[in-house]
């Protein structure tokens, strides 16, 4: 009698989430990303496709394309803004010139670790800036790390601030990303990712700036020597949707989304991390010259960084500015709390 009555309880129970799930419509998402299938980042988002699965008795998935087979940053963003793509993952710097606020985060020297720029990021400042897409025809679903920016180059090692000096280093296509490195002396080239490994190869450029995660999953430590920890600057991801996309969605399969979104954002950030903390390792194991910008050294560099700190602290707002430094102000205050 016990083992029918077992029998009956999983059928019923496999009824009811069998309804559950008549409600969803099957849907597999097209993500683009342009970083390598073993990058954390596209381990996180194929982590994201399986929590979708779960919570939807497999209708949504996710179909990850990797390595920038559907098109750079910008491309799929504005693929996304059409309704010709569904997700994408770009760097927060994307968005400014759609949302000028959102430049606030890649201010140099602002991020002191990866504790502060969660708090920030997932309280209200993050989640106010992510209400400015839908405008946009983006839906913003978190905030994922990217991690400290470090500069690598083939020619020397870096160990004072003057040592950027006559560089030729790629940056993001973004005019703080340019100004902030000519301020430092080198010679900024804007450039999509997606060309980076072979202008490094054939000396188009002399080096770049990422974190550990990416120089060692996107292999640049072939095409490069020195590897110097500058911290300069703290870069985030943002995980969007088209709104296209989102519109289309009923309430419950929006709510499926936005959990797995935040399940995966939690997943990607302690992936990364455990990743970043053995690919120093792993870089200097394959023949990286690593060096590390003393305390005085990052000081000076902050020193010279001044005038793009006011200039573009205005150009996205000083009232965000003000925000977010108050944010973080706050964040340090109760960190200092907590340790007492």
């Given at each position: 009698?016990?083992?029918?009555?077992?029998?009956?309880?999983?059928?019923?129970?496999?009824?009811?989430?069998?309804?559950?799930?008549?409600?969803?419509?099957?849907?597999?998402?097209?993500?683009?990303?342009?970083?390598?299938?073993?990058?954390?980042?596209?381990?996180?988002?194929?982590?994201?496709?399986?929590?979708?699965?779960?919570?939807?008795?497999?209708?949504?998935?996710?179909?990850?394309?990797?390595?920038?087979?559907?098109?750079?940053?910008?491309?799929m963003t504005s693929a996304l803004r059409?309704?010709?793509?569904?997700?994408?993952?770009?760097?927060?710097?994307?968005?400014?010139?759609?949302?000028?606020?959102?430049?606030?985060?890649?201010?140099?020297?602002?991020?002191?670790?990866?504790?502060?720029?969660?708090?920030?990021?997932?309280?209200?400042?993050?989640?106010?800036?992510?209400?400015?897409?839908?405008?946009?025809?983006?839906?913003?679903?978190?905030?994922?790390?990217?991690?400290?920016?470090?500069?690598?180059?083939?020619?020397?090692?870096?160990?004072?601030?003057?040592?950027?000096?006559?560089?030729?280093?790629?940056?993001?296509?973004?005019?703080?990303?340019?100004?902030?490195?000519?301020?430092?002396?080198?010679?900024?080239?804007?450039?999509?990712?997606?060309?980076?490994?072979?202008?490094?190869?054939?000396?188009?450029?002399?080096?770049?700036?990422?974190?550990?995660?990416?120089?060692?999953?996107?292999?640049?430590?072939?095409?490069?020597?020195?590897?110097?920890?500058?911290?300069?600057?703290?870069?985030?991801w943002v995980l969007l949707m088209s709104?296209?996309?989102?519109?289309?969605?009923?309430?419950?399969?929006?709510?499926?989304?936005?959990?797995?979104?935040?399940?995966?954002?939690?997943?990607?950030?302690?992936?990364?991390?455990?990743?970043?903390?053995?690919?120093?390792?792993?870089?200097?194991?394959?023949?990286?010259?690593?060096?590390?910008?003393?305390?005085?050294?990052?000081?000076?560099?902050?020193?010279?960084?001044?005038?793009?700190?006011?200039?573009?602290?205005?150009?996205?707002?000083?009232?965000?500015?003000?925000?977010?430094?108050?944010?973080?102000?706050?964040v340090r205050g109760s960190t200092t709390?907590?340790?007492?």
């Amino acid at each position: 009698m016990k083992i029918r009555s077992m029998g009956l309880a999983a059928v019923l129970l496999g009824a009811l989430a069998g309804s559950a799930f008549a409600q969803i419509k099957e849907h597999a998402f097209k993500i683009g990303t342009g970083l390598t299938d073993d990058h954390p980042q596209a381990q996180a988002l194929k982590y994201f496709g399986e929590r979708l699965a779960a919570a939807s008795g497999g209708k949504l998935t996710a179909r990850v394309y990797t390595g920038g087979s559907l098109g750079n940053d910008l491309s799929m963003t504005s693929a996304l803004r059409g309704g010709t793509l569904e997700m994408t993952i770009p760097d927060s710097s994307t968005l400014v010139s759609l949302v000028k606020p959102f430049g606030v985060l890649n201010l140099p020297l602002s991020f002191n670790n990866e504790k502060e720029a969660d708090a920030v990021l997932d309280g209200p400042f993050g989640q106010k800036l992510l209400a400015k897409l839908p405008e946009k025809g983006l839906i913003g679903l978190g905030f994922w790390e990217n991690g400290f920016r470090h500069v690598t180059n083939s020619r020397r090692p870096v160990q004072r601030a003057e040592d950027l000096s006559g560089l030729k280093l790629r940056v993001i296509q973004s005019p703080l990303f340019l100004d902030t490195f000519n301020a430092l002396g080198a010679n900024a080239t804007p450039m999509p990712f997606t060309e980076l490994y072979t202008a490094m190869e054939q000396a188009a450029v002399d080096g770049q700036e990422n974190p550990p995660a990416t120089i060692l999953a996107s292999k640049f430590y072939e095409v490069q020597k020195h590897l110097v920890l500058s911290r300069h600057m703290y870069s985030a991801w943002v995980l969007l949707m088209s709104k296209k996309t989102w519109d289309g969605l009923s309430p419950d399969e929006q709510k499926i989304v936005k959990d797995a979104a935040r399940e995966a954002t939690l997943y990607e950030r302690k992936t990364i991390r455990a990743f970043s903390e053995t690919a120093l390792a792993d870089l200097k194991k394959a023949g990286m010259q690593i060096t590390e910008l003393p305390p005085a050294e990052q000081a000076r560099m902050r020193s010279k960084l001044q005038p793009v700190l006011a200039k573009f602290s205005k150009e996205y707002g000083e009232d965000t500015t003000a925000e977010m430094n108050a944010e973080l102000a706050k964040v340090r205050g109760s960190t200092t709390a907590d340790s007492k």
